[in-house]
């Protein structure tokens, strides 16, 4: 088993930034990447971004580029989105994930989710 907890949601004006922690725990040795989805109300859960264990490679959704960071601190089986320039439509509830697979973009890959968070950019 892996648990996931995550923290960091709030609610922020539109340009501000936020950053989500979500700490990995149990059998991390099983994780091939861990991902971040996010979902707003009434839509479907979507890929955001993910970083692979190792921390070797990082894939990003092209709604985020350039404006979302995704990193780890190894040391503490962390994984960090750093989410710059918000908008309005960045508002969801976030979930944190962890897979044992390659396909980092694909949702039902991730065995493991967090609890979500929830990040509110006001316009």
């Known amino acids: 088993q892996v648990q996931l907890v995550e923290s960091g949601g709030g609610l922020v004006q539109a340009g501000a930034s936020l950053r989500l922690s979500c700490a990995a725990s149990?059998?991390?040795?099983?994780?091939?990447?861990m991902g971040w989805f996010r979902q707003a109300p009434g839509k479907e859960r979507e890929f955001v971004t993910a970083?692979?264990?190792?921390?070797?490679?990082?894939y990003y959704a092209d709604s985020v580029k350039g404006r979302f960071t995704i990193s780890k601190d190894n040391a503490k089986n962390t994984v960090y989105l750093q989410m710059n320039s918000l908008k309005p439509e960045d508002t969801a509830v976030y979930y944190c994930?962890?897979?044992?697979?390659?396909?980092?973009?694909?949702?039902?890959?991730?065995?493991?989710w967090g609890q979500g968070t929830q990040v509110t950019v006001s316009s």
């Open positions: 994930a962890a897979n044992g697979g390659i396909r980092v973009r694909v949702h039902h890959e991730y065995g493991y």
């Open positions: 149990g059998r991390t040795f099983s994780i091939y990447a």
């Open positions: 970083i692979t264990w190792s921390g070797d490679s990082t």
